[in-house]
Each structure stands twice: as structure tokens, then as C-alpha cells.
């Protein structure tokens, strides 16, 4: 399967904990975008790569939660000491240059339970 | 600032009747239009978008997508619709002018077909 994969599919954490997430793209696509959705909701924006650099967050994205791309291939999403307001489902996505008009392939998604 | 909105929750078709899934979007610049389909326990899938040229776009599944610039709408169509189209879609706006073409999602449209 050369769709987005990511792991794990679900995680539930104790408030406190770390928690961290990994994106494995499509290979040959250049950016590489973090969202997360919660119920009743379209997916918000976080933050995204392109290559192994990071362009921009979102102001969602608190001290608390950091990601990483080394090498321009999989990523990682750490959350720190987690809340119970992260509870949410954290997806990734990845497409070809430019992200502008080129559509996104997503990931399943994990779910994230903070108890 | 752009934004998205989908202005019904829920739609409820009865199979064989076409069906209207309804978007505006607000943007600076040229838009850049996508329509995204969510499954249960699915990542979000492409179906089609406008970037430039016929107003008019068709995409997977038979679904098409009238962009109409002066009401500044996207709507999903498909002329006749399938139990199978049941699912959440999700209606997402870009262009040039926002930092790396970040698309923008609208809350989702939970589309009912029954037979």
C-alpha cells in the first residue's frame, strides 16, 4: 500500500503523559500536513512541512506539542504532558508541490483519549 | 482570513435522486476548491477540485462541482445518488495568497442516501 500510514490508530494516555505520533507519507510528496479533528468538526489546521523543514504552525499548536520531519520523510507529533482537551483524532496528510491547488491524501488518522 | 462554511449538517436523499451538498468560502485572491469524502474509520479521501478554467468539475465516484464565483459557492452534485454515497463530506478552500496554499475545512455534511 503506498497510501499515508500512521501510527498508532489509537492511544489512551493518562493527563500528564507524553504521547507521540508518526506519519509515514506518500514518498515521493514533498509536504506534509498535521491536523486535528474532534467530533462535529472539519480538520484544523496544526502545522506543516515541507521537505524537512518546518513553515508554519498554527497557533493551536501550544509549547506543549512539537513535530519533527528529519530527513524529509516520516514525521512525528509529540504531545507533552497531556490534557484532557487533546483528546481528539490527529491526522496527517501529505501532497506534491504546490500545496496550494494539489490535493492532500490523508492518513486514518490516530485517536487520541486523554484520561 | 479564509474560511468555509457548510451550511446544512445533514442531508437526506432517497437513492436514485440527485443530490446537492452545499459550500461558500470566503478567501483573498483567487480560490482554490476541493471536496473531500470521510468514511467511517476512513481517512478523508479526495473527490474533486477547481483550480482554474470550466466552472464545472467532475471528479470520483460520478460526483461533480459547480464553482460560481459571484456567490462564492462550491457545491457538491451528483445526479443520482447512491446508498453508497452515504457518508461525511468535507468542502476545503486555498489559494496563493495564504502562507503555503493551507486549505482551510469547512465542519462536514453528513450526507444520508436511503434506499
Known amino acids: 500500500d503506498t497510501g499515508v500510514s500512521q501510527n498508532p490508530r489509537h492511544k489512551i494516555t493518562k493527563r500528564g503523559q507524553n504521547v507521540t505520533f508518526r506519519c509515514d507519507p506518500i514518498?515521493?510528496?514533498?509536504?506534509l500536513y498535521w491536523y486535528r479533528q474532534t467530533l462535529g468538526q472539519g480538520p484544523e489546521f496544526l502545522t506543516y512541512?515541507?521537505?524537512?523543514?518546518?513553515?508554519?504552525k498554527s497557533r493551536l499548536l501550544s509549547d506543549r506539542f512539537s513535530a519533527e520531519r528529519p530527513k524529509g520523510s516520516f514525521s512525528t507529533l509529540e504531545i507533552q504532558r497531556t490534557e484532557q482537551g487533546d483528546s481528539a483524532m490527529y491526522l496527517c496528510?501529505?501532497?506534491?508541490?504546490?500545496?496550494?491547488?494539489?490535493?492532500?491524501?490523508f492518513g486514518p488518522g490516530t485517536r487520541l483519549t486523554v484520561t | 482570513a479564509q474560511s468555509v462554511a457548510q451550511p446544512e449538517d445533514q442531508v437526506n436523499v432517497a437513492e436514485g435522486n440527485p443530490l446537492t451538498v452545499k459550500c461558500t468560502y470566503s478567501?483573498?485572491?483567487?480560490?482554490?476548491l476541493f471536496w473531500y469524502v470521510q468514511y467511517p474509520n476512513r481517512g478523508l479521501q479526495f473527490l474533486l477540485k477547481?483550480?482554474?478554467?470550466?466552472?464545472l468539475v467532475k471528479g470520483s465516484y460520478g460526483f461533480e462541482a459547480e464553482f460560481n464565483k459571484s456567490q462564492t459557492s462550491f457545491h457538491l452534485k451528483k445526479p443520482s445518488a447512491l446508498v453508497s454515497d452515504s457518508a461525511l463530506y468535507f468542502c476545503?478552500?486555498?489559494?496563493?495568497?495564504?502562507?503555503?496554499?493551507?486549505?482551510?475545512f469547512g465542519d462536514g455534511t453528513t450526507l444520508t442516501v436511503k434506499p
Open positions: 496528510a501529505s501532497s506534491l508541490d504546490p500545496g496550494s491547488f494539489n490535493e492532500q491524501y
Open positions: 514518498s515521493e510528496h514533498n509536504r
Open positions: 512541512f515541507q521537505n524537512e523543514a518546518q513553515l508554519e
Open positions: 478567501v483573498s485572491g483567487n480560490p482554490y
Open positions: 477547481y483550480i482554474t478554467g470550466d466552472n
Open positions: 476545503a478552500v486555498s489559494s496563493l495568497n495564504t502562507n503555503a496554499g493551507k486549505s482551510t
